[in-house]
């Protein structure tokens, strides 16, 4: 059976761009090696916060093997892979080279809106067609529709390669009913920055992060003191970040992330349309907040 190895800080990795909207593969680059040096666990690649909707396909091979060679297999990588057409995404699973790749995140489907019944049929065609461990993403914000936590659990039990969720539900009841009624090789992941601490109090694995893009030295090492039950300590670095959370998701995301890393000088505030970046205001906001916790 397998077990999800997915645990601790996982960085939702976003896509740098050039003055011009190119793909900035040197920052990209730059990027990577800054999240393994500052602690992240695991990188998860090519989903929303990545712009993926907005990238070629020969883009995304591009930047696939680009974090596979900088990677060098010194921390898991998660790809994207996912869709509202379930045949379409088991022909893109089955086509695709997974080597250098250590499993699959996959949304549930947006837009067509399906019943419970369908999820759990939308997961079982993928989690038959995959090669690897497969992590369900549910994300009702952007989706229109919640995955109950009876359908996760049915499904944790039912395919031993799906090992775990990313959960964006925003409802802690979810949450622990999810992590109450698992099995033992299936874990939550935290999909939303602000209810962490919360989460991995309650029993979550960790975190598929935006705000680790910007600062993974301290997220990770929240994370990593609630492990170890030192939840005082770990407690005062969510609170550093209290206001940054809701800062970085005001003008939308990556929009607000991107600003941060712009503030560092890691890459350009560019995105590709429809997104555009996150307004001045909240950009100097950020920017203050980040000079007070003296991590400029």
Known sequence: MAQNIFRGLGVALVTPFTADGEVDYKSLKKLVEYQIDNGADFLCILATTGEAPCLTNEEKDKITELVKEVNKGRVKILKYCGGNNTRAVVEEIKNTDWSGI??????????NKPSQEGLYQHFKAISEASPLPIVLYNVPGRTGINMKAETTVRLARDFSNIVAIKEASGSLEQVDDIIKHKPDNFDVISGDDALTFSMVASGAA????????????????????????????ARKIHHMFTDLYSLLFVDGNPAGCKALLNDMGMIENVLRLPLVPTTIKTKEKMAAILKELQLR
């Open 206 to 233: 960790g975190v598929i992060s935006v705000i680790g893009n910007a600062l993974p030295k301290q997220f990770s090492r929240m994370i990593r003191l609630e492990f170890r039950g030192e939840y005082e300590p």
């Open 102 to 111: 250590d499993g699959i995140l996959s949304i549930c489907p947006y837009y």
